[in-house]
C-alpha cells in the first residue's frame, strides 16, 4: 500500500470516530445548544467525508453535492440560532 491510501484509510477512521462522538452529543446533549452544534458539525463532517470520497475515487460528480450540504448547514445553522429560544424559557 502506498502512503496515499494509509492516508485516506486513516482519515476515513478518524471521520467514524467522529460521527460516532458527533452522533452521542447530537443525541444525549444537554440543552438545545448542544444539539445545534453537533448538528453544524454534523454537516461539515459529511462535506469533509465527500472529499475524502472524490479523493479516494478521483470522482468529481460528488462536488456539486458538497455545495449543496454547504448552503443548507449554512443556512440551517443561521435560522436555528436567529430562532433559538432559551432552554428554561416558556
Known amino acids: 500500500m502506498d502512503y496515499y491510501t494509509i ?4 482519515a476515513t477512521g478518524i471521520f467514524m470516530l467522529s460521527f460516532l462522538i458527533t452522533g452521542y452529543r447530537l443525541l444525549v446533549g444537554p440543552n438545545s445548544l448542544d444539539r445545534v452544534v ?3 458539525a454534523t454537516g461539515a463532517m459529511i462535506q469533509c467525508s465527500l ?4 479523493c479516494w475515487t478521483i470522482d468529481t460528480t460528488v462536488s456539486n453535492a ?4 454547504a ?3 449554512f443556512i440551517g445553522t ?3 440560532t436567529r430562532f433559538r429560544k432559551r432552554d ?3
Open 7 to 10: 492516508g485516506l484509510t486513516l
Open 38 to 40: 453537533a448538528l453544524d
Open 51 to 54: 472529499a475524502v470520497y472524490i
Open 66 to 69: 458538497m455545495m449543496v450540504v
Open 71 to 73: 448552503l443548507l448547514g
Open 78 to 80: 443561521v435560522a436555528l
Open 88 to 90: 428554561d424559557a416558556s
